[in-house]
Nanobody, 122 residues
Framework: QVQLVESGGGLVQAGGSLRLSCVAS??????YGWLRQAPGKEREFVGC????????VYAEPVKGRFSISRDNAKNTVYLDMSSLKPEDTAVYFC?????????????????WGQGTQVTVSS
C-alpha cells in the first residue's frame, strides 16, 4: 500500500524559505501532489508532479515562489518554498493519485500523508 510521510514544516519569517519532504513508498506511476489547508478553510491545491518528474503544475498563488522536485533514488518528493507570505500559513499535505491524469482537485487524490505545519510570521 502507498505510504506518504511529510516533514520539514516549521516557523519561518515572511520572505524566508522552507523545504518540505515527502517520503513515498508503494507508489510508482501517477501524480504526487502538495496541498494545504489553513484553519477554517477548505483544502486547496498547491502543486503536483508526475512520477517521472517531467511535468509539473502549480496553483497561481505560488507560481514563481514554490517549486516541486523529485529524487527517485530517495523516493522523495520535495516542495521548495521561497518568498513565503503569512498567507502561506497552513498544514501542508503530500498526496498521491494512482492514474496518469493531471488533477488540481484535492478530492481526486487517493492517498494522503499526515501533514506538516508551516507557519509564516509577519
Amino acid at each position: 500500500q502507498v505510504q506518504l510521510v511529510e516533514s520539514g514544516g516549521g516557523l519561518v519569517q515572511a520572505g524566508g524559505s522552507l523545504r518540505l519532504s515527502c517520503v513515498a513508498s508503494g507508489s510508482s506511476f501517477g501524480w504526487y501532489g502538495w496541498l494545504r489547508q489553513a484553519p477554517g478553510k477548505e483544502r486547496e491545491f498547491v502543486g503536483c508532479i508526475n512520477w517521472m518528474g517531467a511535468s509539473k503544475v502549480y496553483a497561481e498563488p505560488v507560481k514563481g515562489r514554490f517549486s516541486i522536485s523529485r529524487d527517485n533514488a530517495k523516493n522523495t518528493v520535495y516542495l521548495d518554498m521561497s518568498s513565503l507570505k503569512p498567507e502561506d500559513t497552513a498544514v501542508y499535505f503530500c498526496a498521491y493519485r494512482i492514474d496518469n491524469v493531471v488533477t488540481t482537485t484535492p478530492s481526486a487524490y487517493n492517498y494522503w500523508g499526515q501533514g506538516t505545519q508551516v507557519t509564516v510570521s509577519s
